[in-house]
């Protein structure tokens, strides 16, 4: 029921039960490929595995069955393949592997593909923000600092600081994909104990012929690179959930400044308009934030391998990049619809009694008396000002007599000179990360796709 | 795939978005029963909705889009009863209630029957385990602290000790239970604003109609009990997981004291037998534990509701809930099946070279000598022993001439007087844990059945 | 530096390194002295112990050191002793007892005296609490729901939420203490080996002459108790983190209904003052959120002593304690220095165009009409009211000719009539947990003070 | 008492409140410099403010108090600075800044320090991973997965899977290097309004002058550099968690095949040596686990500055910083002085009674018979080996009779073929991380420590 706000269709299907079992069937007939290739086992062998497995389609409540019983689908799932396949070659299905080998490999192809998706939502996203925070260099609002009016701002520069953060991520994630993209291959303990000399030929083939990188060693116990993935995946939810928190702070009665394009209904209060996607985006990043010590934890990986923590790292990563998919999509949506009310911005600031240009005109005071005298005064006149409902210049100005051009201190606070540069200079780093990715991890997206 | 090892079928269904919906049309249906009865709504009206609604099956798909579109199921459903009512009386339907008082109080109708579960289950591993540990009082092995050989315990006292935390869970959830099961009812912004001056009223009508209790006053912001519980499902799930952590070092292949009744098979090594009970146990606890954060987080509950603290209230309970069915069905089943391996604990010690007595040698010497000199001396002897492959006794004996029964020594320690009288304690907490609970809790545990 | 935010003194200086250090001498003296009683050791030497150790102030920098180099203090505390106490009786010291003896109960000494602190802290907190709601019964203030302006409700009543779950505290308190306050004494390995069949006969005198429980077992490995008091402390700071973050809503410039009695300055803007204690709350409440995973993985305490969660334990309890402290302490002085701001209050539903009205004007048009067709008028009337910036009662009025008395209405709806009653629930609920707490928690905590 | 287990002095020491306040003072000094350079303050005031500040020592205690009040200590330190300075350059000091840019950029001088030592520490262990990786490649062990022994392989290897997250370790913090060392400088709200249009051309200027990056825009509310940071502690510290879990389990009694070499003393038990540092790695690597959460919880950060989200960071990240030092520090010694029992790790494999060859048999038998035949005899084989305390070899050798030479099967598993080769893959990975780093890194590095 609550799928819609908590995940997203696409990335759901990428990592489901079937996709899984999709995944594996992919990884056992690329294996039998490749040994057949290397001549590891029989090249007919080989040619009937690829065969039968080309179409095969998993019998997932049967792998449900057999994860009950051994802790992993693999036994069961090559049970199945061995019946499919038939006959002597049904002996060469899996061999020299073991189920992390697969279960692993399977997990970083389906990676793969939803990091592609990620990836395009987070693209559309940097695009879609950039032209917003373009579209509103001139959309005066006043900044808040600790939940209280601070000093006037532009709500494009607003708008940057959600931009800014997300070129970073494309750069981690580019970062991190090489270290997350390899196959795993390693056999019963990780030193390729069943094909003698031939393993590491064997794992980098494999990683060949499904377009991964080939590791070192085999990572069974080494699961920094999905617990760096999943930091990933909280960092952009992080950054999304500042968005909504912002938001709906924005779409308060008593603020207004902006609000979602389309807000959800109250079952008894006709007049109100829920900020549903906005709020959907602070849950999904307090979601991961929590999620994310799960995957930490499952680091203390034991020994050669250890089912807890392997488990716990199945119990934990799906709902993490399920998270970051809703939230991207989220945040897509709403940045596209969201309505901004310039009016109301303007209506916030005319309201304030100019106190938000209390320190410009605190700054424009040092120019003629000592700065600790002109905070003082400026102190003063805003109680003054609060006070008597009067705006802080006209009380400042009768206060203290210097030759000061108050309607120029009062246009320059309201149009800050550098937020044009600082928005233009988030802009390039957005531009820059729309450039086309790297060769290489064109060709991998490119690939998973295939 | 993973289900069968992460979550518990029966208490699967009690979560699932079908009993949530149907959940939801009893409250609804109660709702209006009582507002007929005080003579809020119309009787007419009001038997009209209770005739309708009596086998009303909500559309959970229709609930799904609702849900996307206001960010709660409530309005979609409201909208789906009014149309299976008709005619005038639909407009009674949900009188006076707001979103939240229908979900949470649904909520607390699923929990009080998805907790009936969890202490079924809780009631039979307690007895499962009191058998296990009268059964094994004599069975003598060593105890390990801080992964080291100690001294020597009985297996009985370990099974004690995992079975000493549960009656206190028991007590704790008859503790909870009270704070927990209680009616939400309190309207658009919870000061029962529709209703007039009979809003408590019917608040303790809905109450009584529903077996629940009544709050002092609506608890919409206030998220304690559900903490509470997640706190109480993270407690359950860390005891199994210390079971389950002791199990995986109990069946180590090099210890192999005990083990699971039916191992889990390896896809390339026909000699294992995988801890995959044992194993899940460990990873459940760490999942409850993991997840426990993001309940705490959610009783920041902002003003008189929070859409973002809601939402993530929805991501974490129902995990947690399973974990814990997950858990408490898995160690019921691994406790009734272990093998305990006397003979293999009895040749532990017999290989240990008497090391394990090294503290009960150095009291039998602290008899006749200063107590440092005869820590000092057993130091050294352990160290002899270790080295040359002697027994301690031995050595000790050898070292120093005092009156000492080493026969008398070693049979004591390997006997520890004080087991036996440790686990009756533990027992007799187990056996009063074992009564009928209270009246008040057993009846809303039936009610909840009815 | 952020001492101040982050801590307690008082509960500081109970938790430091010297309030432990001579919380163990204390334990190792109560020790002595149950065992010269009960003839477990020579009554000579148990009197030379107690008298040497009655002053005895350990060096805590020697302690550090043997803690760097055993994993815990107490192998060098017991050498310190011993020199101490010299002759023969030194080798009495510690007898038959672990190390985890000693830490453990010397932390259910300091734990029970900062509970005595906390409770008094909670006390004193329900009490402002209680007056604050009910000074202010009758400050009509909007309620927010999903961030926006939903329906009039009263300060009282809000306060009165925030007031609702402490008595539950102070329930859950009272609960988990004797869980909690037990002696921990079962030497090497939990099951009192060096101590023949006096070994529970020593237990239970120890607990005796230290005012604490007597468990059924040790609970060397047992750690549910130490976990369940860092939910309270977590449940704790949740409740009042929600009171901090509803002080920032509240506080905000444009809402302005509360703010804190005396605000923290800005370097830069005159203007300003931000809420310090209200930002700390929910800092804490997040902090402890966070904390409370560590704790429940300390829950996974493998075989007879693990270091791994034992160590975890050590480096997080401690904060956790020191957040709850500090958290009720500024709660305290918050509440009973906040300002309310009851005509801004009003302001706010004056500004408001009647909107907060529309549940109260759909049911009374609802007398009149199907509910259906009220709600769709009202929420067009909304729409109207909204746009032109008139009063949504005057809207309503000109478009529907209904004999409705909209002052009646209004006034109605201003001053919610169940606000009075749900006070008054919770006042009593509050009051109940002022009473004398049972004799048995207030002996221990005269005891502890002892 | 704990802190020689959970802290590290040198970096304890850069974290301090001392070396704070100098920070910070450092970054107001430098402002001043800069702004009087560029014409923004006289330039007399600047150099006053550069001379008065170049030796001043702030005063902590007033500091700490300053922030109880403010919520923040620049107000205090400003006010300290300024007394410091006199006259009217006083008023020139903190020029255009806030608190915000005082204390996050001091938190980055800090860090860039802390992150120099904790890169020395890493960079040492690689070595000495290294080391131990390439001395025991021929020391053959016994691989374990899932708690169960399962093939030989080599302790060399073992070691490559410790040292082979440690290089992207390396890789990561060069990464992430460039997005943290940035200059915080915005003003009131981040948008530099005190500074009129040379706002921008300050905030270059100062991070040239404190050798540091200069962001798009300030970063106020963007906290992913630091959640970053965070999740890199927490990679760190993991993958040393899986050291010290691993560092346990092959120092229990039953296995003894490595052990620190000195170990900790037991306070009853004198046959002990407890895995005190690698006890500590684990509770280390859960302990960041857990925090890691808060700092991603801080990442929302409401709009242009919240005290909640800052305060939590406070409150977090010194302890992650302290516990990955702590670990690399424990790491190292431990890696340098470990003893590894190769006599004891053969025996192992000797009393296996050839259970971890079965794979192997199983694919020697598998070259004669079909694969499923060659598995169900070597399970069947296996049972019986295990029941008879026969070698597996021998019972299959006598079951099957097939032209296999079982002493070659057996020589041949014991020496995997690519372990070799994989441990020379990880090593040249090693080498390459070894190299120096890039130029910018290295001179940040320096500039650092000037």
Known sequence: MYTALLNDPEVAALLADEAQARAMVRVERALA????????????????????????????????RGTAAAGVPVPALVAQLRRAVGGDAAGFVHWGATSQDIVDTALVLQLREALVLLEGHLAALIEALARLADAHRATIVVARTRFQQAVPTTFGLKVASWLAPLPRHRARLAELRPRLL?????????????????????MEALAEELGLGCPAMPWHTERDALAELASWLALVTGSLGKLGLDMVLLAQSEVGEAREGQGGGSSTMPQ??????????VALARRNATLLSGMHEAMLHAQERDGTAWQLEWATLPDMVASAAAALSHADHLVRTLVVDAAAARATLDAALGLPLAEAVSFALAEHLPRADAQQIVKEAAREAAESGTDLLEVVARKVKVPIDWHRVRADAEHPACSDLLIDRVLRTATSAMAPSSPAVASAGTRSSA
């Not at 595995?49 to 389609?57: G, Q, S, T, V, Y």
Request: net charge negative; glycine share 12%; hydrophobic share 55%.
């Open 33 to 64: 490929a490749v040994e057949g290739r290397l001549g590891v086992i029989d090249a007919a062998a080989a040619s009937a595995i690829e065969k039968h497995l080309a179409e095969f389609e998993p019998d997932v409540a049967d792998l449900a």
């Open 182 to 202: 390899l196959v795993q291959f390693g056999g019963a303990a990780g030193n390729l104990s069943a094909l003698g000399d031939r393993g590491v030929a064997v």
């Open 272 to 281: 109100k308009a829920n900020p549903v996607l906005s709020e959907a985006l």
